[in-house]
């Protein structure tokens, strides 16, 4: 691999020289510049940016902590983010945590090790390491969809208990009276918000809500499938079901599936997110769409420009999300 100093000898001139062409740091001569450049690319030399980060006090990276980078959803809101972050001059580096806070607060240490200018953080929860790390750092971030006790950043979601309501309000227009609700894990914090907004939306309809047809599962297909199947074998099963996402559900179509239970004629199903697989499922799924790109294209302009700005006003922003209606949902039976 090419040095600073080989391409420096080969084009007559000095280290220092070949530095301020390649940064941009004081006039250099066209001749030289000309031959200097004409080396690096003969020579193919890259120059390292671990130095240029010393020198500049910035290395162009940001961080970002997902929770599972099997769900769509996130490599979604990571395509935004990559999208907006590349226009603006900055590169990614991608950690996953497998929903364990022990290893994304291990991991957001490497990461402020490599010296990223910035972190965007999705949390898999927050625990007493997590807090104080991100409280002693004074690395600019945003947080994402889910906030972290203690923890004072920019932050950036879409309106879960909204779309929560707006779900299940759906669900009732069509005549359904017995609406359950598959719920991500009670630790977080979009999870207790949709159950939140699908409460609101049986109250507003003057049903009443059954404790056995909430039940919280993990964000996967396998914790929809699971919950589908207990729900489907109650005495009083439920016409309509609500899943917190779109893993859920899609892991529900295939528990209902099993169960000889007919989709929509006999169970009504809703997911939430819009992954690009739900309106590939059988039948195409009735979801709630987040504004995934939006969300990543603003998180990367929000931390960058908090990279820049360091003092500015903290910023809170929510984001609308909206009903897609496909085949998965119909009028209740009769």
């Given at each position: 691999m090419a040095t600073m100093k080989?391409?420096?000898?080969?084009?007559?001139?000095?280290?220092?020289?070949?530095s301020h062409v390649i940064n941009n740091t004081r006039v250099v001569s066209d001749d030289a510049r000309e031959r200097v450049l004409s080396v690096i690319r003969e020579l193919r030399y890259i120059p390292s940016a671990v130095a240029r980060s010393l020198k500049n006090d910035r290395t162009h990276t940001l961080g970002m902590m997902i929770p599972n980078n099997s769900n769509p959803y996130f490599a979604e809101i990571i395509q935004g983010i990559e999208d907006a972050s590349f226009k603006l001059g900055y590169n990614i580096i991608l950690c996953n945590s497998y929903d364990d806070p022990k290893?994304?607060?291990?991991?957001?240490?490497?990461?402020?090790?490599?010296?990223?200018?910035?972190?965007?953080?999705?949390s898999s929860g927050s625990d007493t390491e997590l807090t104080q790390l991100?409280?002693?750092?004074?690395?600019?971030?945003?947080?994402?969809?889910?906030?972290?006790s203690g923890v004072l950043a920019d932050f950036i979601e879409a309106d879960h208990e909204q779309g929560g309501y707006e779900a299940t309000r759906y669900l009732t227009e069509l005549g359904h009276k017995r609406i359950a609700c598959v719920a991500g894990p009670e630790s977080l914090l979009p999870s207790g918000d949709r159950v939140a907004g699908y409460l609101r939306a049986l109250?507003?309809?003057?049903?009443?809500?059954?404790?056995?047809?909430?039940?919280?599962?993990?964000?996967?297909?396998?914790g929809g499938f699971n919950a589908f199947q207990a729900l489907l074998a109650l005495e009083h099963r439920p016409s309509a079901i609500f899943a917190s996402n779109d893993l859920m559900a899609i892991g529900g179509l295939c528990a209902a599936n099993q169960a000889n239970v007919k989709v929509p004629q006999e169970l009504s199903v809703v997911g939430y997110d819009d992954i690009a697989l739900a309106s590939f499922s059988t039948p195409p799924l009735t979801t709630i769409a987040q504004p995934k790109h939006d969300i990543g294209r603003m998180t990367a302009q929000i931390l960058v420009n908090r990279i820049t700005h360091p003092d500015a006003p903290l910023r809170r922003e929510m984001l609308t999300s909206r009903l897609v209606i496909r085949e998965s949902s119909s009028a209740a039976p009769d």
């Open positions: 080989q391409v420096a000898e080969k084009a007559r001139v000095s280290t220092t020289t070949v290893k994304q607060a291990a991991y957001i240490r490497v990461l402020m090790e490599k010296r990223i200018d910035g972190l965007i953080l999705v991100l409280a002693d750092e004074g690395i600019p971030k945003v947080l994402v969809d889910r906030e972290v109250k507003e309809a003057g049903l009443e809500f059954n404790p056995a047809y909430l039940i919280h599962s993990d964000f996967t297909s396998q």
